[in-house]
């Protein structure tokens, strides 16, 4: 995942700390993921009135090694111990299901940035957009120290798992917040809320249009003494409007996505 732009806004600049993603050479952790996507379609005006869904679920078992670290970053080898992956109808031979597959045994190396941006290196391309899997942040902490009540916005490209228009990506305007430092000062609890817009063609298709809005919601639990995220849950919930189609009597379908990821270090 990549920051794409960036406006920054910090409300308390005094004593503070530095969020930033520094493991240490030598660790190795062992994270789950588990992700699961529900998509449902409807021809009618109330979307809320589907005409049946479809359910992709995701289970991935991994180590991270930490090969190296500097100033710059940590570069960091992944090992896709397990993956377990199942789908019905459409979702189940979508290209971010095809990728899970793909992982299983599979390593990974990548460098690790402070700001929590990633960066993988020799891989396929249709995994190029593992490496976020295993940190959960996009480039997104400040080089300022933070207190809790701070906050800030960015705009970064994230994964979507599923999308209608068949782009795996889109542009999200979000606000980050510092919530709270746990009195061992080894926590930091951070949450998230952002929107999403967009428009375009649908991949595949001369005469399909695709609208589609969103909203996600994270926390996000750094571990300050090992330099890494702890854990990270997020909800996006997306809905699209499909209009344009090949038939003069069909209207516009509406689907909605829910996607729901938790990954952790166990």
């Not at 969020?19 to 409807?42: C, K, N, Y």
């Not at 979508?94 to 990633?118: E, H, I, K, Y």
């Not at 330099?227 to 849950?233: F, H, K, L, V």
């Amino acid at each position: 995942m990549a920051l794409v732009v960036g406006a920054s806004s910090l409300s308390g600049q005094g004593a503070g700390v530095h969020l930033r993603l520094r493991p240490r050479a030598g660790d190795t952790l062992h994270v789950r993921m588990d992700q699961t996507i529900e998509m449902s379609r409807s021809s009618k005006p109330n979307d809320d009135d589907s005409e049946g869904g479809d359910v992709a679920s995701l289970v991935l078992l991994a180590r991270i090694a930490i090969e190296g670290a500097d100033a710059e970053g940590a570069t960091v080898l992944a090992l896709a111990d397990s993956v377990r992956v199942s789908g019905t109808g459409g979702l189940d031979a979508s290209p971010s299901l095809r990728a899970a597959r793909a992982m299983q045994g599979q390593r990974f190396r990548f460098r690790v940035q402070p700001d929590g941006g990633t960066m993988l290196t020799g891989a396929d391309p249709m995994i190029q957009g593992i490496s976020g899997l295993f940190s959960q942040l996009p480039a997104t902490l400040p080089r300022e120290k933070l207190s809790p009540g701070d906050s800030w916005v960015r705009a970064v490209e994230i994964p979507l798992a599923a999308t209608p228009d068949g782009r795996g990506t889109a542009t999200l305007n979000a606000t980050f917040r510092f919530d709270s430092l746990s009195h061992s000062d080894e926590y930091a609890y951070l949450s998230v809320r952002g929107r999403l817009v967009r428009a375009g063609q649908v991949v595949g298709s001369r005469r399909s249009v695709v609208q589609t809005a969103g909203d996600v919601t994270g926390k996000i639990l750094i571990d300050l003494r090992r330099g890494w995220i702890a854990d990270a849950r997020s909800v996006v919930t997306l809905r699209s409007l499909i209009s344009g189609g090949s038939g003069k009597e069909s209207g516009p379908t509406r689907v909605r996505v829910k996607i729901t990821q938790w990954m952790r270090v166990i």
